[in-house]
């Protein structure tokens, strides 16, 4: 369990996360979005489709352990969605709304919470019991790491073109 210092910074990580995604986007040319390092890598638009299909995942693993502790999550199989949901033809704007929309839903639904509630446990098929806390610092970390993600695509765009990205 973290303690409450840990958890206010999870929880102002999580709230700023989106800001910071916006920066790293910044530094992602609009022309290269589609592309992907090697046919197993993700694009940016690819992941941007998937932060918005995981966010919306989020609301119900965020409010389920306050609202019905014990319950199951839902899984879903993200490869699967980025294949047959045949993410380079869905809208980046949309799936960046959605992700904008929910995590500050969930991130004004976190601050508000009691710290004896972040104790609340769900059962997660794949991952076994859950606590509220182990899914704020899951999806604390999900978001910083597909921004990483977004980088590394970005300098091996970069690599390719035989650029950099202050040019």
């Known amino acids: 369990m973290l303690t409450q210092d840990e958890r206010r910074a999870k929880i102002a990580s999580y709230g700023r996360s989106y800001a910071d995604l916006i ?3 910044k530094e992602a040319p609009l022309e290269m979005w589609k592309y992907k390092p090697t046919a197993k890598d993700w694009s940016v638009h690819e992941i941007l489709i998937h932060l918005g299909d995981s966010e919306a995942n989020s609301i119900m693993r965020f409010r389920k352990p306050v ?8 899984v879903h199989n993200q490869d699967g969605f ?3 949901l045949h993410y380079h033809n869905l809208s980046t704007d949309t799936a960046l709304a959605l992700l904008k929309s929910v ?3 969930n991130f004004e639904l976190l601050q508000t919470l009691p710290d004896a509630v972040f104790a609340n446990t ?3 098929p794949a991952n076994g019991t859950l606590s509220l806390d182990d899914i704020l610092v899951m ?4 978001l910083v790491g597909h921004i990483r993600q977004i ?4 300098a091996a765009y970069h690599h390719a073109e035989g650029t950099t990205s202050a040019s």
């Open 103 to 105: 995590r500050t839903s």
């Open 23 to 25: 920066e790293a986007l």
């Open 67 to 74: 609202a019905e502790p014990g319950s199951t999550l839902m």
């Open 151 to 154: 980088r590394e695509v970005v």
């Open 82 to 84: 980025a294949n047959t």
């Open 122 to 124: 769900v059962e997660h």
């Open 139 to 142: 999806y604390e970390a999900h």
